[in-house]
């Protein structure tokens, strides 16, 4: 699924990564395969945030799933498997403290995985 701006930047925040950009020329390549995405690369490879959704409800956590290791040294080429889950939980949803102020509820999704 794509990511809308708020949820790209709550992932990055937890997650050390960048994305792909959208004209890149591989991205086409990669949609045709796993449909279409906002891509990540990390230092493991190509990766998506596969959104946990309850129905009925916006999506507060995240799941990291690997789509493509890197495949050689010096990170210029990706080989494709097929999706495997990492176990590396995002949180996108903020909380609202007494004071009226807001905090990601990173913690709770940390102590989660």
Do not use: Y
Request: glycine share 8%.
């Amino acid at each position: 699924m794509k990511l809308n701006e708020g949820q790209i930047s709550k992932t990055l925040a937890q997650f050390r990564a960048q994305v792909l950009a959208e004209d890149h020329p591989a991205v086409a390549q990669f949609c045709d395969m796993f449909g279409h995405h906002t891509l990540f690369l990390d230092d493991r490879g190509l990766c998506v945030l596969e959104l946990l959704e309850v129905p009925g409800m916006e999506a507060e956590e995240g799941e990291i799933v690997s789509l493509a290791d890197w495949s050689d040294a010096k990170f210029t080429k990706l080989t494709t498997h097929k999706p495997e889950p990492t176990g590396v939980v995002i949180c996108l949803k903020e909380v609202q403290n007494c004071d009226g102020g807001s905090f990601s509820s990173m913690a709770r999704c940390a102590s989660a995985s």
